[in-house]
T-cell receptor, first 116, second 109 residues
Framework: ETGVTQSPTHLIKTRGQQVTLRCSSQ?????VSWYQQALGQGPQFIFQYYREEENGRGNFPPRFSGLQFPNYSSELNVNALELDDSALYLCASSHGTSGSAWGEQFFGPGTRLTVL | DAKTTQPNSMESNEEEPVHLPCNHS???????IHWYRQLPSQGPEYVIH???SNVNNRMASLAIAEDRKSSTLILHRATLRDAAVYYCILRVGNTPLVFGKGTRLSVIA
């Protein structure tokens, strides 16, 4: 059973640029959630996708957007990068039914984004 | 805001039991108590969860107070590999995980 993978591992961008982060779900999982973790803080929920549709969103501006593909892999896109976007971005997959994700979430190792 | 309160840090000797406390005085009847931990340079991983009764699994035990306003995660024999940040999270239904700052556990050899 393959776990959750994320790419790239590290990324450096400059303010104003756009970035795309990728996540492959664990086999059999149809729900993907994205979290942002600033240094020294716990992860903060960005949004969740279930069967290719966004079905939950945290307190993040619209320049944070995402996609989920038919194979349940996912992308997180961030436009107009700001210095405060520097963080570890975590993807988590789980198995949900009818939009609910009761099961435990399996996290990837994260992508470390640095914005200069 | 996180609805749980945990100590910032704790320390334990290797091979001794560790009791990690969590207060959740505003817990509702439908809140499940979840514990996740985050090892250095890794994403969080699920540890255990429960509603009212104490729970055991291969990783840990969860002791829940009778009034459910507090709980304790018990690691029966701490190893160096258990050094991590432990998060206590209340979760109901399909809500996302709401992480606080957690408890940083150090294990001394």
């Amino acid at each position: 059973e393959t776990g959750v993978t994320q790419s790239p591992t590290h990324l450096i961008k400059t303010r104003g640029q756009q970035v795309t982060l990728r996540c492959s779900s664990q086999s059999g999982h149809n729900t993907v959630s994205w979290y942002q973790q600033a240094l020294g803080q716990g992860p903060q929920f960005i949004f969740q996708y279930y069967r290719e549709e966004e079905n939950g969103r945290g307190n993040f501006p619209p320049r944070f957007s995402g996609l989920q593909f038919p194979n349940y892999s996912s992308e997180l896109n961030v436009n107009a990068l700001e210095l405060d976007d520097s963080a570890l971005y975590l993807c988590a997959s789980s198995h949900g039914t009818s939009g609910s994700a009761w099961g435990e979430q399996f996290f990837g190792p994260g992508t470390r984004l640095t914005v200069l | 805001d996180a609805k749980t309160t945990q100590p910032n840090s704790m320390e334990s000797n290797e091979e001794e039991p560790v009791h990690l406390p969590c207060n959740h005085s505003t817990i509702s009847g439908t809140d499940y108590i979840h514990w996740y931990r985050q090892l250095p340079s890794q994403g969080p991983e699920y540890v255990i969860h429960g509603l009212t009764s104490n729970v055991n699994n291969r990783m840990a035990s969860l002791a829940i107070a009778e009034d459910r306003k507090s709980s304790t995660l018990i690691l029966h024999r701490a190893t160096l590999r258990d050094a991590a940040v432990y998060y206590c999270i209340l979760r109901v239904g399909n809500t996302p995980l709401v992480f606080g700052k957690g408890t940083r556990l150090s294990v001394i050899a």
